[in-house]
């Protein structure tokens, strides 16, 4: 069974508005990750939060984790178009393992 | 951007032809990975690898088959291939400093279709 769900599945919304992104997971987790995906392209890493943390900024970026919901969320604040992409969120599961596995993804798309 | 590469980044081919997918890293990673991807959909691990000569299956049977020779190099073979392998292989290396699964750096993906 998957790992990460995300919610929505899809997403549009106006230039310059915020964009949620939500992520739910079974297991405990050592670390969540957030990537996104440019239409047929690899993955890039945009945040890590640990599973000791609440809350993590990177510039647009904000990422909540709440492990006793088993649930994080992805901000994107001030939208531009080329934010346009698929995000996932990537778990690290706590116990000797080192693989991620990575959620269903939400397409976000961004109208000019 | 990341220093990993992938080629090719498209090929099409006919159903039992042997291929090989290239995938380079000069980062000088330990770890690397494979990932399966369909269109819209979530990927899935098919090979890992935690340094030379260390190869194990990810959690998406695959009939695929890789080597690590090389820390640099990690790739993918496919006996014959069958159009249901038609599919985007995305391949990801990481230092493998951090406990608990490090960042990843993904290469820009082959698209493999099989006639």
């Known amino acids: ?112 | 951007e990341a220093d990993i590469y992938q080629t090719p980044r498209y090929l099409v081919i006919g159903t039992g032809k042997k291929i090989t997918l290239e995938c380079s890293q000069t980062m000088g990673h330990d770890k690397m990975y494979w990932y399966q991807q369909d269109p819209g959909m979530e990927l899935h691990l098919i090979h890992y690898s935690y340094g030379v000569n260390s190869t194990e299956k990810g959690d998406l049977s695959s009939e695929s088959t890789v080597s690590r020779i090389r820390t640099e190099h990690f790739p993918l073979t496919l006996e014959s291939a069958r159009p249901s392998h038609t599919s985007q292989y995305l391949c990801a290396s990481s230092p493998g400093r951090r406990t608990g699964a490090d960042t990843q750096y993904f290469g820009p993906g082959t698209r493999l279709t099989v006639l």
């Open chain 1, 1 to 112: 069974s998957q790992q990460g769900e995300e919610d929505p599945q899809a997403l549009s919304i106006q230039e310059g508005e915020n964009a949620t992104m939500n992520c739910s997971y079974k297991t405990s987790i050592n670390n969540l990750q957030w990537y996104r995906q440019n239409s047929g392209r690899g993955l890039v890493h945009l945040i890590l939060i640990r599973s000791n943390e609440r809350e993590k900024h990177s510039g647009r970026l904000r990422v909540t984790l709440d492990t006793s919901k088993k649930s994080s969320s992805l901000l994107i604040t001030a939208s531009r178009a080329a934010d346009t992409a698929s995000y996932f969120c990537a778990t690290a599961r706590s116990f000797g393992n080192e693989k991620l596995t990575f959620g269903t993804g939400t397409r976000l798309t961004i109208i000019p």
